[in-house]
């Protein structure tokens, strides 16, 4: 018996992808702890300490730099404070200035990013805010902030 071949229909789906992710640089004396229980206050968040980003190093030895994150499902709104320094060493090398990387992933609408820029900025243990373009920022290590 010869089975009628059927022909095969292709169907487009249009998927638009509404996550928005910026990336800033913090500069502040603070150690991390403080700077996130600071922001948790000005910004009404809770930050908690998760587990760190842990890099290999040139001669192999491991490097950790601290990371602490929020989740707010009802909004879906996701936090991270990462540190970009660990001793002598830098998470993103090109960024030696900055002290933390602060991570805003969300869908929602752009007028957020200015209210986190803002609250940043009035932050008492932030010194200064620089917000960072990862398409134009060329280090290997930002693979394992941006997720």
């Given at each position: 018996?010869?089975?009628?071949?059927?022909?095969?229909?292709?169907?487009?789906?249009?998927?638009?992808?509404?996550?928005k992710m910026f990336l800033y640089g913090i500069v502040s004396?603070?150690?991390?702890?403080?700077?996130?229980?600071?922001?948790?206050?000005?910004?009404?968040?809770?930050?908690?300490?998760?587990?760190?980003?842990?890099?290999?190093?040139?001669?192999?030895?491991?490097?950790?730099?601290?990371?602490?994150?929020?989740?707010?499902?009802?909004?879906?709104?996701?936090?991270?404070?990462?540190?970009?320094?660990?001793?002598?060493?830098?998470?993103?090398?090109?960024?030696?200035?900055?002290?933390?990387?602060?991570?805003?992933?969300?869908?929602?609408?752009?007028?957020?990013?200015?209210?986190?820029?803002?609250?940043?900025?009035?932050?008492?243990?932030?010194?200064?805010?620089?917000?960072?373009?990862?398409?134009?920022?060329?280090?290997?290590?930002?693979?394992?902030?941006?997720?």
């Amino acid at each position: 018996m010869i089975k009628s071949i059927q022909k095969v229909k292709r169907i487009q789906l249009n998927v638009e992808n509404n996550d928005k992710m910026f990336l800033y640089g913090i500069v502040s004396a603070e150690p991390d702890y403080k700077l996130s229980l600071a922001l948790n206050k000005k910004m009404g968040i809770s930050l908690k300490n998760i587990s760190p980003v842990n890099l290999s190093d040139d001669s192999g030895n491991e490097i950790s730099f601290s990371r602490f994150s929020y989740i707010n499902h009802s909004v879906d709104i996701q936090y991270s404070l990462i540190s970009n320094r660990s001793s002598k060493q830098y998470l993103l090398k090109k960024l030696k200035n900055i002290d933390y990387i602060f991570q805003v992933h969300y869908t929602g609408s752009d007028d957020h990013n200015s209210n986190v820029t803002s609250l940043l900025r009035e932050t008492d243990a932030v010194n200064a805010v620089f917000i960072i373009d990862p398409a134009i920022l060329n280090d290997k290590n930002l693979q394992y902030i941006i997720q």
